[in-house]
């Protein structure tokens, strides 16, 4: 099962694993770049860089691929080259993400529902997933909010999302910490993303803690929203249940389930 840590470097870095990196001033997008390169290369496997396009790209003999100039979304890029790596006999893709407030879908919901995708297509196809983001360029709530659909974190310094959520098994996802008016929006963004792709939504939440009033709202409004599908909460704490059921959500037009 994959479950959320932190790690010191790449090497200690699994297939499948999906990386937040935030990074300082003084790191350099090209030498991080071809050092990933290398790595990959010393594990065989298949490296692709997401990001700007810079001069010292054609160094690498790698994919370098532009959010900007994308046919399509950076999903169906990765996954397609996912297919490459695997036919062209490498072990596995290793992807970096340089994400940057200036790119393509760099703001807001579409950011968060960008990584979701990316979330999911680590935990389906085993790729490493590493996103790289410049510290100085984003504000610390938006990095928190990122950070809560990657399940690893790389560096000495993790970000410390309210809440996290992440794939942990085929039709299921992991939620963790205490979903809070500052998490609501970022959570009902998630919902929303993942019931617009299937029609029932599996939630583990032997770890979640607490939905406050502004979470269990979010929750509620997303599945009025959606009412043809359905939301299985499982494993929820006898307080989580209770303050459902108090606040009066657990009625017959919010299709949700909350179990023990």
Same mark, same amino acid.
């Given at each position: 099962? *994959? ?16 990386? !937040? ?5 003084? $790191? @350099? ?11 990959? #290369?010393?594990? +065989? ?9 810079? $001069?010292?790209?054609h160094e690498f003999a790698t994919l370098v691929l532009d959010p900007a100039r994308l046919e399509g979304s950076l999903l169906a890029a990765v996954r397609r080259e996912a297919a490459n790596a695997d036919r062209q006999g490498f072990r596995s ?8 407030? %200036?790119?393509? +879908? ?9 990584? =979701? ?8 196809? %085993? ?7 410049? %510290?100085? @360029? ?5 990095? *928190?909010?990122?950070? !809560? ?22 039709? %299921?996802?992991?939620?963790? +910490? ?7 929006? #970022?959570?009902?963004?998630?919902? !929303?993303?993942?019931? #617009? ?7 583990? !939440?032997?770890?979640?803690?607490? =939905? ?16 043809? *599908? ?17 606040? +009066?959500?657990?009625?017959?037009d919010v299709p949700v389930v909350m179990t023990p």
């Amino acid at each position: 099962m *994959r479950a959320p840590r932190t790690l010191a470097n790449l090497d200690e870095a699994d297939n499948g694993d999906h990386l !937040c990196q935030v990074l300082d001033r003084s $790191e @350099d997008v090209v030498d991080r770049s071809r050092a990933f390169v290398a790595d990959a #290369a010393s594990h +065989g496997d298949k490296a692709v860089i997401v990001g700007p396009p810079f $001069e010292e790209a054609h160094e690498f003999a790698t994919l370098v691929l532009d959010p900007a100039r994308l046919e399509g979304s950076l999903l169906a890029a990765v996954r397609r080259e996912a297919a490459n790596a695997d036919r062209q006999g490498f072990r596995s893709l290793r992807v970096l993400h340089h994400a940057t407030p %200036g790119g393509s +879908g760099a703001h807001g919901t579409e950011l968060l529902r960008s990584e =979701l995708e990316l979330e999911e297509f680590a935990a389906d196809t %085993g790729a490493l997933v590493v996103c790289a983001y410049n %510290g100085a @360029d984003w504000d610390p709530p938006d990095l *928190r909010r990122i950070a !809560c659909v990657h399940p690893h974190h790389l560096g000495s310094q993790p970000l410390s999302p309210a809440f996290r959520m992440y794939r942990t098994e085929k039709e %299921g996802w992991m939620v963790s +910490g205490i979903v809070d008016s500052d998490g609501a929006a #970022a959570f009902a963004t998630i919902m !929303c993303t993942l019931l #617009a792709q299937r029609a029932a939504v599996r939630l583990l !939440c032997h770890d979640l803690e607490f =939905l406050d009033a502004a979470g269990m709202t979010a929750l509620a409004d997303v599945a009025r929203y959606l009412p043809d *599908r359905k939301i299985i909460l499982e494993g929820t704490n006898e307080t989580v249940r209770l303050a459902w059921n108090l606040s +009066g959500f657990a009625t017959p037009d919010v299709p949700v389930v909350m179990t023990p």
